[in-house]
């Protein structure tokens, strides 16, 4: 029972510190997703999502790596975000 109440302390410890709560106005982390992941989204396959980024009708990402082909990320939100203007 002891370890019990210890760990619960340490939790009420931990929890009610100023310096480990998060700030209310402070952004959260943005998820950045891959192109399996936008392809789920946007129900497109990944050369109809390149081919939009080409005519600059879809938001291109950021890549990760110089070079041609490369790792790319978009963030999730800009996504959705994306699709809510598309379908309006």
Do not use: H
Request: glycine share 6%; with cysteine; proline share 7%.
């Amino acid at each position: 029972m002891a370890a019990v109440s210890c760990a619960i302390n340490l939790y009420r410890r931990k929890s009610m510190n100023p310096s480990n709560s998060r700030d209310i106005d402070t952004p959260l982390p943005r998820k950045m997703i891959r192109i399996r992941r936008v392809s789920a989204i946007t129900d497109m396959a990944p050369s109809t999502i390149y081919a939009k980024i080409a005519k600059g009708d879809f938001p291109p990402g950021k890549k990760y790596s110089s070079g041609k082909g490369g790792a790319r990320r978009w963030d999730e939100a800009e996504i959705l975000s994306w699709l809510d203007g598309v379908s309006a």
